[in-house]
């Protein structure tokens, strides 16, 4: 008899961003905008034919992204995207049945993830006010829990632990030996960070990135830091060669580039300042903490906005329903002013109280 994977079968995924070209991409955070043409020309034409028929090498990058880090590239394994480093944990340090607890909502595959491996996913609801506490998290462990995701910031929440809080999931989590994953793909985007707590502690990994302050979600780069033993497991885990060569000559001439990453944020954060001061002047509710993306309640049906922003302004954002006391609202991707002055225009036009 064929033996098809009946998980797989009842599994729900989202094939539909193939065509997002021509759009003012607020949807999924990434940069709106990219990097300058210049820069991507200059990158590219350090490419040789040799560099593209072997097989990539990943020894100089990783080794580069230790400097940089302060660590030793036994501490890192790269992956294609932090989604494959999300999943190689969930993999290797979860087993069926285990339970995963994550605050809710987050990132959708960190779900998905549990499904497709037969782990029970513990979603920690956000309360009313859109808040949530330590305590909130800490009580939904219970002793078939065995991997704690953290989101910092959170997205789409935006809000962000702070070190005393964190230190505090870090001790209950070892105390009762539970893997801990803290997701900072929107690092760049807010102080707060694990990295040191992962490079010298075990069953903590942080995983980062490239995909939105650096601008490469195309290119698909992001790595996993945490303690040798653990981190080698990831990396079997990996495909063979699961980082092309493109992703890192871009990621190491970003990083290598003066005041580039500065100038970055402060493009894509001087633009969502001037998205809160428009939000702030027109009365509307919204939660902008941290990362790169704003929830925004409107004053007419929100779903209707998002159909209307996309069929006639060409702008793509996200809407997301029974979010606290916010009910269903907007989830915006903030970058340069200039996108978000088309995106204010537009909602001023669409969102007739
Ligand atoms: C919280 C979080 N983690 C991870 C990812 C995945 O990023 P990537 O696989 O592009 O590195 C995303 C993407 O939106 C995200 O929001």
Redesign the pocket.
């Known amino acids: 008899m064929y033996y098809v994977n009946e998980r797989l079968v009842n599994l729900h995924r989202i094939f539909d961003q193939n065509k997002r070209e021509g759009y003012l991409r607020l949807d999924?955070?990434e940069n709106p905008e990219g990097l300058s043409q210049e820069f991507i020309d200059g990158v590219l034409s350090r490419v040789t034919p040799e560099m593209v028929a072997q097989y990539p090498e990943t020894l100089e990058f990783t080794e580069f992204l230790a400097g940089r880090l302060g660590t030793d590239i036994e501490h890192l394994s790269l992956?294609?995207?932090?989604?494959?480093g999300?999943r190689n944990i969930i993999e290797a340090f979860t087993a069926p049945s285990g339970e995963i607890v994550c605050v809710s909502p987050?990132?959708a595959?960190f779900e998905v993830y549990s499904k497709m491996y037969g782990r029970n996913f513990v979603p920690v609801p956000y309360r009313d006010d859109l808040t949530i506490t330590v305590d909130d998290v800490i009580s939904k462990i219970s002793d078939d829990t065995q991997l704690l995701i953290l989101?910092n910031p959170?997205?789409p929440m935006g809000n962000a632990w702070s070190e005393t809080e964190m230190m505090r999931f870090f001790e209950e989590a070892e105390r009762r030996q539970i893997t801990v994953l803290v997701?900072e793909?929107?690092h760049y985007f807010c102080p707060e960070t694990s990295i040191n707590y992962a490079l010298t502690h075990e069953h903590v990994f942080v995983?980062r990135?490239?995909?939105?302050l650096f601008s490469l979600?195309g290119a698909?780069?992001?790595y996993v830091a945490g303690w040798p033993e653990g981190v080698a497991l990831v990396q079997k885990l990996n495909t063979p060669h699961n980082v092309n060569m493109f992703a890192m000559l871009f990621a190491k001439k970003i990083m290598e580039t003066e005041g580039l990453l500065d100038s970055m944020i402060e493009n894509q954060l001087g633009g969502k300042q001037w998205l809160v001061e428009q939000l702030d002047s027109n009365g509307y509710e919204y939660r902008s903490s941290e990362g790169n993306f704003m929830f925004i309640k409107p004053f007419s049906d929100a779903s209707e906005i998002v159909r209307r922003m996309k069929a006639e302004k060409g702008i793509l954002i996200k809407e997301y329903d029974g979010i606290g006391a916010f009910g269903s609202c907007l989830r915006v991707t903030t970058g340069p002013k200039r996108s978000m002055e088309r995106f204010m225009e537009a909602l001023i036009e669409l969102d007739k109280a």
């Open positions: 999924l955070n992956v294609n995207g932090s989604s494959e999300i987050s990132y595959m989101v959170n997205n997701d793909a929107y995983t990135t490239f995909s939105k979600a698909r780069l992001g």
